[in-house]
T-cell receptor, first 110, second 113 residues
């Protein structure tokens, strides 16, 4: 099963961009890269996903390395409400077993 | 409103007393899944289902059962709960294609004494 590696925690200042890295060196050609976040006392919520090209949505941007062995979630202007645990996961083509890593706990400093 | 609903949200019970946590989704999703979340261990998949009558084990299936008789429901059954099953449980659903996001319920906190 393809797995991901993320830093345990990161800190950022409010209103500054945040770059959250994820390594997935064993990714297969049909695995999608998904990012979720979990705010305190809530269930995970979807943030963004991609396959090969960089992606943007209203919440964040996803930059995928050319060899697909790593990716970076970019929050363009962090707010205190972005403090959460961010999970990078690989979603197999057939949507079978999904493995969440331990994620990165993001702290936002006012 | 599109949602995944879990019940109960909180439950305290005793070892060996069978319990069921229900999960229902109103999005006509084929894929449903159960996770448990424990401090320091993150989210671990218990069971998943690709469609009606199709279920498979995740990473930590021991001590749990599931069923998928209808598309919208995916109950998690603990036949003989033990204290090591004390945890926070999440149900999730999605369409069965890899580029579709999962929608998570609000969680069920189980305490087995």
């Amino acid at each position: 099963d393809a797995k991901t590696t993320q830093p345990n925690s990161m800190e950022s200042n409010e209103e500054e961009p945040v770059h959250l890295p994820c390594n997935h060196s064993t990714i297969s050609g049909t695995d999608y890269i998904h990012w979720y976040r979990q705010l305190p006392s809530q269930g995970p919520e979807y943030v963004i996903h991609g396959l090969t090209s960089n992606v943007n949505n209203r919440m964040a941007s996803l930059a995928i390395a050319e060899d697909r062995k790593s990716s970076t979630l970019i929050l363009h202007r962090a707010t205190l409400r972005d403090a959460a645990v961010y999970y990078c996961i690989l979603k197999p083509y057939r949507d079978d077993k999904i493995i969440f890593g331990k994620g990165t706990r993001l702290h936002i400093l006012p | 409103e599109a949602q995944v609903t879990q019940n109960p949200r909180y439950l305290i019970t005793v070892t060996g007393k069978k319990l069921t946590v229900t999960c229902s989704q109103n999005m006509n999703h084929e894929y449903m899944s159960w996770y448990r979340q424990d401090p320091g261990l993150g989210l671990r998949q218990i069971y998943y289902s690709m469609n009606v009558e199709v279920t498979d084990k995740g990473d930590v299936p021991e001590g749990y059962k599931v069923s998928r008789k209808e598309k919208r429901n995916f109950p998690l059954i603990l036949e003989s709960p033990s204290p090591n099953q004390t945890s926070l449980y999440f149900c999730a659903s999605s369409r069965t294609v890899s580029n579709q996001p999962q929608h998570f319920g609000d969680g069920t906190r189980l305490s087995i004494l």
